[in-house]
C-alpha cells in the first residue's frame, strides 16, 4: 500500500487566495456577524436554527436522508427506538455546543478534537470504531468494495497521526496567516491526514467554524458551510483531490472562499427574515394581552417544533393553566399549530420559522 507522502503545514508552494474573493468573502462574513449581533433579539434564539441547519447539512454528505423539519419533530416527540441518522444531526449540534464551552477556558488542540470526535460518534454510524481515538491501522479511501491498489487516496501511515496532528494545530495557532485562507488549508489537510476510523469527513467540516469562532471572525459557530459543499457535492470533492494531484491550493481555497460568501449571504437572508417575523409577531403579540407571551415567543423561535410538556418546563414563572392559555392563544393566532392529535403532550409546529430555516 502507497500511502499518500503529504507535506507538513504551511504548504511549500505559495497557497494564494485571489483577492477579490479574500475581500467579497470577509465583507459578507462581516456583514452577518453586524445582523447577528444587533440588540433586537437573543442571539441565541437566532443561532439554534441554524446550527440544525448545519448539522442536517453535514450528515447529509455523508448520506443521511433527513431534514431539519424531521430533526426538530424528533427531539420534540422522541420516539421508544432511537434513529441513528436523527442522532447524528443531534451529535454533530452538540459537539458544537461542547466547542464553545471548552474554547472559553482553553484553546483548540487535540484533546478537543478528540472530544468532539467522541460526541459526533456516540451511538451512530462508526460507533465501534474507537471513537475520539486516532486509528491505528492503515486505511484507503475510494468506491466501495475497491482495494487499496484501486483507491482514490491512501492517507498516511497510523504512526504519522499524532505528529501530523500537532503541525495542523501550530498551523492553526499561527496569527500570521489570514483566517479564511487558513480555514481552507486546514480543512484539507485535516481530511487528507484522514486521523480517525470514520467520521473523518463530519469533525472535518464541524471544525471549519469552530476555527472561525475560535479566531473571533465570528461571534458564534453558526456557519453552515456544509449546505454549499452538500449543494456542490462533486466540485467539493474535486477541489480537494485537486490539492492531492497537483498541489492545487488556489482553486481549492478560491472554492473554499465562494463557499463562505454564498453561505454568509443565505444566512444573512434567513437572519433578516427571522428578525422581520420576530418583530411582527411581537407587535401582533399585544392582541394576546398576557405578560408572558413573549416569553412564549422566545421558546418556540429557539425550538420550532415543540411539545407542550417541554413548554412548561421552559417557561417556569407563570402557573400550568396559564400556559395552556397562552399556547391556545398563541393556536387561535395561528402562530403556531397543533401537529399530532395527541390528546395529551400535544406537539406544536411553528411552521412560519421552519419555512425560513429549511
Known amino acids: 500500500m502507497n500511502h499518500y507522502q503529504l507535506p507538513y503545514l504551511p504548504p511549500d508552494e505559495e497557497a494564494r487566495a485571489d ?39 453535514s450528515s447529509k ?18 420516539p421508544k427506538k432511537e434513529d441513528s441518522e436523527m442522532l447524528e444531526v443531534i451529535n454533530y449540534r452538540q459537539a458544537i455546543h ?3 464551552h471548552f474554547l472559553e477556558k482553553k484553546s483548540l488542540g487535540e484533546h478537543l478534537i478528540r472530544t468532539l470526535h467522541a460526541t459526533l460518534m456516540a451511538s451512530v454510524r ?11 491501522i492503515a486505511v484507503h479511501i475510494g ?41 481552507a488549508i486546514s480543512h484539507y489537510q485535516f481530511e487528507a491526514i484522514h486521523p480517525f476510523m470514520d467520521g473523518n469527513g463530519r469533525i472535518g467540516r464541524l471544525l ?33 483531490r485537486g490539492v492531492d494531484r497537483d498541489r492545487a491550493w ?8 465562494h463557499g463562505i460568501k454564498e453561505t454568509s449571504g443565505q444566512m444573512q437572508s434567513k437572519v433578516v427574515s427571522m428578525y422581520k417575523l420576530y418583530g411582527l409577531l411581537k407587535d401582533k403579540l399585544i392582541e394576546v394581552n398576557s405578560q408572558y407571551a413573549q416569553l412564549l415567543l422566545d421558546v418556540i423561535f429557539e425550538q420550532p417544533i415543540i411539545s407542550s410538556k417541554e413548554i412548561l418546563n421552559r417557561m417556569e414563572q407563570p402557573s400550568s393553566q396559564t400556559v395552556y392559555n397562552l399556547i391556545e392563544k398563541f393556536e387561535e393566532q395561528e402562530i403556531i399549530k397543533e401537529i399530532t392529535g395527541n390528546k ?7 411552521r412560519e420559522l421552519i419555512v425560513i430555516i429549511q
Open 344 to 350: 395529551r403532550n400535544k406537539v406544536y409546529a411553528f
Open 126 to 136: 462508526g460507533k465501534e470504531k474507537n471513537p475520539g481515538n486516532f486509528r491505528q
Open 208 to 240: 471549519i467554524p469552530i476555527i472561525l469562532y475560535a479566531k473571533n471572525i465570528i461571534p458564534y459557530p453558526y456557519l453552515y458551510i456544509s449546505d454549499f459543499f452538500e449543494q456542490n457535492r462533486e466540485h467539493y470533492y474535486d477541489a480537494l
Open 98 to 100: 461542547k466547542a464553545m
Open 19 to 57: 483577492i477579490s474573493a479574500l475581500t467579497s468573502a470577509h465583507r459578507a462574513l462581516g456583514e452577518i456577524k453586524g445582523h447577528i449581533t444587533q440588540d433586537i433579539i437573543n442571539p441565541n434564539l437566532i443561532i439554534a436554527p441554524l446550527l440544525t441547519k448545519e448539522a442536517v447539512a
Open 143 to 183: 468506491r466501495p468494495g475497491s482495494s487499496a491498489e484501486n483507491a482514490t487516496y491512501v492517507p498516511p501511515e497510523p504512526r504519522e497521526i499524532t505528529d501530523f496532528i500537532k503541525n495542523w494545530i501550530k498551523y492553526v495557532h499561527d496569527d500570521e496567516i489570514d483566517p479564511l485562507v487558513q480555514a
Open 250 to 257: 488556489d482553486s481549492w481555497i478560491n472554492f473554499f472562499l
Open 61 to 78: 454528505i455523508e448520506g443521511t436522508q433527513t431534514t431539519v423539519e424531521e430533526v426538530l419533530k424528533y427531539e420534540a416527540e422522541p
